[in-house]
């Protein structure tokens, strides 16, 4: 691309057969009334179905899509990542594929950053009535602690549909991390920003791609990433069991004066449980983070680019 777009969509794809086509067929009339230079960066997060040729065939009537191909599925935050900094826009907006992110709220995203001079503006989810009661449990679960890790300035139901300006992008791409958790790293920045309320609709086709596994990395990823809170809960616990262990000891001196030693197995075998569980919960508390560090050190690109359509070379072959 010769000349930078004033917009750049970002879109992390995997597995959308189903709903790529519904999403492209509502994201492009928008994108081209919007009287702007733009593209769209498809990030294909190394998917098993046919979503790389149906990505091949849109780009070929729509020049503005362009395709970021990995070599394989790294995850929706890779994915992000990469289009993220990828992106050539003075403005990059990430949107997922699946039209629960109605594509409707970019205009409006933009306006109120151009109008504003607005460096973030979230897209906040304003009911999440299409959601299972599961989602919106632990979502809000997730939420309410992640408030608690980073601070008020981060918006509350505010997930990955955002709006970057250049100098936010900047920013995140000077960060050291390999796997930034976006939705909390974003509103650190601190810079200014603003919300446009949406409503999360439901999946246009297909299933989720976010089993609770996902969930629980994600939350764990977020937690660890941002805080050392855990690490302290280890202490706690530690200091809780030692005062356990004190009055356990002064009942044992106390059952011992009385001459009444043999009946104690049972607070012996359940301190020695309690103090088993608290040394293991701390191991655990530990070893989260001595591999989060391990990975730091070895220092692995968070993903591999197979293809990317800008530069016009393709290591991976697109015609198989
Ligand atoms: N996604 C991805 N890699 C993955 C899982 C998901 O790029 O390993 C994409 C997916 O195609 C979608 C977005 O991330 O555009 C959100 O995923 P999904 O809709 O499955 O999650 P949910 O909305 O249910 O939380
Ligand atoms: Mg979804």
């Avoid at 995850?75 to 990430?94: E, K, P």
């Avoid at 293991?280 to 070893?287: I, P």
């Amino acid at each position: 691309m010769s000349t930078a777009p004033l917009l750049s969509i970002v879109m992390p794809i995997y597995n959308e057969q189903e709903a790529l086509p519904l999403t492209v067929e509502r994201l492009r009339p928008i994108l081209d009334g919007l009287d702007v230079t733009y593209e769209v960066v498809g990030v294909d997060d190394g998917s098993t179905d046919v979503t790389p040729v149906l990505m091949q065939k849109i780009r070929q009537d729509w020049p503005e899509f362009r395709i970021v191909r990995f070599s394989r599925n790294s995850g929706h935050q890779a994915a992000l990542t990469a289009g993220i900094h990828r992106a050539h826009g003075d403005y990059v907006v990430s949107i997922d594929a699946d039209l629960q992110d109605p594509p409707e709220k970019i205009p409006e995203m933009l306006a109120l950053a151009r109008e504003q001079s607005l460096d973030i503006v979230y897209g906040v989810r304003g009911d999440r009535g299409t959601d299972t009661f599961f989602k919106r449990r632990t979502a809000g679960a997730y939420y309410w602690l992640m408030r608690k890790l980073v601070g008020k300035q981060m918006p509350n139901q505010a997930g990955d549909y955002r709006l970057l300006s250049r100098a936010a992008v900047d920013a995140l791409k000077a960060m050291p991390e390999h796997q930034p958790v976006y939705r909390l790293l974003v509103p650190w920045l601190g810079f200014p920003s603003g919300e446009v309320v949406y409503v999360r609709e439901e999946r246009v086709a297909g299933s989720t791609h976010y089993p609770l596994s996902k969930m629980v990395r994600l939350a764990l990823d977020s937690v660890t990433n941002f805080s050392a809170s855990p690490l302290r809960l280890a202490t706690w616990l530690g200091l809780f069991s030692f005062l356990v262990c004190i009055l356990l000891a002064l009942y044992t001196t106390v059952s011992y004066a009385l001459g009444s030693t043999v009946p104690g197995w049972s607070s012996l075998f359940i301190g020695m449980l309690f103090i088993g569980a608290v040394q293991l919960v701390c191991v655990g508390l530990l070893g989260e983070y001595v591999g989060r560090i391990y990975s730091a050190v070895q220092a692995r690109p968070a993903y591999f680019i197979g293809y990317d359509s800008a530069e016009d070379q393709d290591r991976y072959g697109t015609d198989e």
